[in-house]
């Protein structure tokens, strides 16, 4: 753009923004095609996986210099259009006017009440972004979600594929299906943007609540994950409680994780079918399904099994091995275990690396009679679920994700302690506890296997068990928790786009603003910005139109008002646009002490995690939270006052019956309240909040002054 605003001609690719301004009338545009960026680049681009850009014909650009040295008129006939051209197109004058059009536009929306959205769509538009066509747990989990929710007719869906699809349908004809919904155009903005992907990418997407499904096996979370998460991500969606405990554990906001399980295809994978071949004339088989990582357990499985059995005993242990070109690629055990084959000594072991089709994993399951899978960490299990599924009982560890669908009437539970390790560090992360991974008990393992393999009709009966069990995990079960979750945050505030504050205080102002009042009212907001030592932003709420008041708002930019609309109006707003731990509610002017903000805070932890009122003592005598005020007529021996309080009742609180007067500092929670009816004023919504469950308590180390209550302050306005 530069060089054409200099009247230089130019050569560039026609592609991304370039398009707005050149065209073949005052440029050389070049064609292009869409390629993969290089896996050696990404890395170094910071380029999230599946990214692409725009590779100019070399040909093209050979052909465009050739013109532009023979034809070097012609070339600076297109350059004096392109000059014109840019000139006009990007005079900042214009830009300016354009810019001050959208702003004013955004400022209406913004004070306009938040009612009913509209859209050409009422389903709610979903992007689902991961791999797809590979052959992984993960992205089996992304289809079998998308396909049930395409099959539910609830939302719109587009996908995100990241990376490049490995199969089509080779392995399963029925994912076809989400090749169409590839880049779909959606008829509105997003709503929900869902990532699940390895690794995580923690570049937040443009449009859209923004949903993580991030599995972890490790006992504490990377420090980055939760700084990532608590910043911006809306919800975080688990797939066992397991992994839900350890998010909660690591400081993430238990509100914002839920827990959306994995599921199976219950009439893919199922009992009777016909059964895999499997290279052995053993007549009971044991099964373990995953990467023959240290993490699945496979090595204690492989030992225990060795000091159990014979070679000479009628039973195989089949390894089915997952990921050895792709996720897990040298990082299993497949070395050890054909050494276990070679020794003739050993228990017969058959090992399986290839990759097996959906229809030929269910036939597995079905050659079989036991699925193993002593883990060390799991997110979820999918191998156990799809094991159940096909009626096989299964031996598994106890203590960790299987424990949401395994219980001892369903399968074998293997008792495991925490184990420690390293130094919290994983690979390049740093980790916000110690790392852990459940070490299960090789000799319960050896005795379940001595169990199952001398008592198989049980074995059958525990399997017949986990078939009905696994029928009530089906992934329609789990997209039912999904489409629950994103109708619930279609509704919400997207978390990133809200402002990051430390306290809203909304001032319910007065009937009639006069001069008095007005300078009342600017001497309690240089107190509250002087005094707070906080992030703040100060809502001037009236019902009616005070012109006056916008001038005030233009002396600082943490005043906002809202005018002509109504409570509830009001508090939606809020809501939507700030995030903050409290809400104040102010009725008159006030003098605030130092700190207040923070003493009121320390308070609140003290009392705990619950939705609460906590009222600051005041100077006014009708007040529960009375205290009379004893000092001097300045400022300094108000803050000397308030300073003396908080030393001589530091921490201390006490609930209360009666409402706040004068001050009121809500846990942003109350926000969520469900109350009886819309309340007129903030009084009586107070009073609406006390009836829903918010509690009422008094800080008694926090002091602030009422203006009209105490003459001697009035020097402060």
């Known amino acids: 753009m530069t060089a054409m605003a200099l009247g230089l001609p130019v050569i560039a690719t026609a592609w991304s923004g370039n398009r707005d301004f050149m065209n073949p ?12 960026i290089p896996s050696r680049l990404q890395a ?17 650009v050979r052909e465009s210099m050739r013109q532009g040295c023979s034809g070097y008129q012609q070339a600076k006939e297109k350059a004096k259009r392109a000059q014109q051209e840019v000139l006009e197109i990007c005079d900042w004058q214009r830009v300016a006017t354009l810019v001050k059009r959208h702003l004013h536009e955004i400022s209406k929306e913004l004070r306009r009440p938040v009612g009913k959205m509209t859209s050409a769509s009422s389903r709610p538009h979903v992007c689902w972004e991961g791999p797809q066509l590979v052959n992984h747990s993960l992205a089996l989990v992304n289809r079998e979600l998308e396909l049930a929710l395409i099959a539910s007719n609830e939302l719109e869906l587009t996908i995100l594929p990241v990376g490049q699809d490995g199969f089509g349908s080779s392995l399963n004809p029925k994912c076809v299906v989400l090749t169409s919904h590839y880049g779909k155009q959606l008829a509105k903005l997003t709503d929900v943007h869902v990532r699940h992907q390895w690794p995580p990418n923690w570049i937040p997407p443009q449009q859209g609540h923004w949903v993580v499904i991030q599995p972890w096996e490790y006992g504490s979370l990377p420090v980055e994950w939760v700084e990532k998460i608590n910043e911006g991500v809306d919800e975080v969606w688990t797939p066992s409680d397991y992994v839900r405990r350890v998010y909660v554990e690591s400081g993430v906001d238990p509100a914002r994780i839920q827990v959306v399980p994995n599921g199976v295809d219950a009439e ?4 009777g079918l016909s059964s895999y071949s499997i290279p052995s004339n053993k007549s009971f088989k044991f099964l373990f ?19 159990t059995f014979k070679a000479q005993d009628d039973v195989v242990l089949v390894i089915k091995d997952m990921g050895t070109k792709g996720l897990y690629q040298g990082q299993g055990i497949g070395d050890k275990i054909r050494e ?10 058959v090992y399986m690396e290839s990759d097996l089709s959906d229809t030929e994993m269910a036939q597995l399951y079905n050659a079989c009679d036991c699925l193993v899978h002593p883990y060390r960490g799991e997110g979820f299990g999918l191998p156990v679920l799809e094991a159940m599924a096909c009626g096989l009982p299964v031996i598994v560890t106890a203590g960790g994700a299987t424990d949401d669908f395994v219980d001892k009437n369903t399968g074998y539970l293997i008792p495991a302690r925490k184990q420690t390790f390293g130094n919290r560090v994983i690979g390049d992360l740093k980790t916000v506890g110690d790392l852990w991974l459940l070490e299960p008990d090789p000799e319960r393992l050896s005795k379940a296997l001595k169990h199952v393999f001398c008592h198989r009709e049980e074995a059958k009966q525990i399997g017949v068990r986990a078939r009905e069990k696994a029928e009530q995990w089906t992934w329609q079960q789990a997209s039912k928790k999904i489409l629950q979750r994103v109708q619930t945050l279609s509704k919400e505030p997207v978390r990133r786009f809200q402002q990051q504050l430390d306290c809203v205080v909304l001032v319910e102002l007065g009937p009639k603003l006069d001069e008095t009042y007005l300078n009342s009212l600017r001497a309690m907001i240089q107190s509250l910005q002087r005094n707070s030592y906080a992030r703040l932003k100060i809502v001037l709420w009236g019902r009616g139109t005070f012109p006056d008041l916008e001038a005030l708002a233009t002396e600082s930019s943490e005043l906002q ?33 130092k700190q207040w903000l923070g003493q009121i805070s320390d308070v609140s932890r003290l009392i705990g995690s619950m939705a609460k009122i906590i009222a600051p003592s005041i100077n006014l005598q009708a007040a529960e939270h009375y205290v009379p005020y004893e000092g001097g007529e300045d400022e300094f021996s108000f803050q000397k006052f308030a300073r003396g309080l908080w030393r001589n009742h530091r921490g201390q609180y006490q609930e209360v019956s009666t409402l706040p007067l004068g001050c009121s500092v809500l846990s942003w929670d109350c926000l969520n309240l469900e109350v009886n009816g819309p309340s007129p004023n903030c009084s009586e919504w107070l009073v609406a909040l006390r009836e829903g469950g918010a509690r009422i308590y008094w800080a008694k180390d926090t002091f602030v002054g009422s203006l009209t209550a105490l003459s001697c302050l009035a020097q402060f306005a």
């Open 340 to 349: 276990a084959q070679k020794d003739p000594r050993s228990p017969s072991v």
């Open 25 to 36: 009338g005052n440029s050389y545009p070049l064609d292009y095609r869409l390629v993969d």
């Open 289 to 307: 399904v995953g990467g023959t990582i240290h993490r699945k357990g496979v090595d204690v499985l492989l030992q225990a099994y060795q000091s």
């Open 268 to 271: 893919f994978f199922k009992p």
């Open 561 to 593: 008002t809202m005018q002509e609309i109504d409570l509830p109006s009001v508090l939606r707003q809020i809501r939507h646009q700030f995030r903050a731990p409290f809400l104040a509610v102010v009725s008159e002017p006030l003098v605030f002490s």
């Open 44 to 60: 170094a681009l910071g380029s999230p996986m599946g990214m692409r850009w725009a590779e100019p014909s070399s040909e093209q």
